[in-house]
């Protein structure tokens, strides 16, 4: 019921920049907590960084400096601005949403995944 459309991957050559979006839509009371999470083949899924509702953030050590989460409330969407990409930042980008549906009743969801391809 809780729908999250990605957008923003593509490919870049290092140093240049990317900005990711994720719009969260369908029976939504409130969101918690929206993130990014990359997965680079034969690698686990990890957290890249997230966002709660009260704007507090957290960053994956190799991205500190250089990429910034934000959110707009009013429309339900997360964005990620990554500058300064390198060819270890290449991986499938998933956004993920957790909050809650109505009063008592959670969600988790992720989005589609989003290709980035870092490479000269």
């Known amino acids: 019921q809780v729908q999250l459309v990605e957008s923003g991957g593509g490919l870049v050559q290092p140093g240049g920049s990317l900005r990711l979006s994720c719009a969260a839509s369908?029976?939504?009371?409130?969101?918690?907590?929206m993130g990014w999470y990359c997965q680079a083949p034969g690698k686990q899924r990890e957290l890249v960084a997230k966002?709660?509702?009260?704007?507090?953030?957290n960053y994956a050590d190799s991205v500190k400096g250089r990429f910034t989460i934000s959110r707009d409330n009013a429309k339900n969407t997360a964005y990620l601005q990554m500058n300064s990409l390198e060819p270890e930042d290449t991986a499938v980008y998933y956004c993920?949403?957790?909050?809650?549906?109505?009063?008592?009743?959670?969600?988790?969801?992720w989005g589609q995944g989003t290709q980035v391809t870092v490479s000269s």
């Open positions: 369908g029976s939504i009371f409130s969101i918690s907590v």
């Open positions: 993920n949403v957790q909050g809650w549906i109505r009063p008592g009743r959670d969600f988790n969801f």
């Open positions: 966002v709660t509702s009260g704007g507090s953030t």
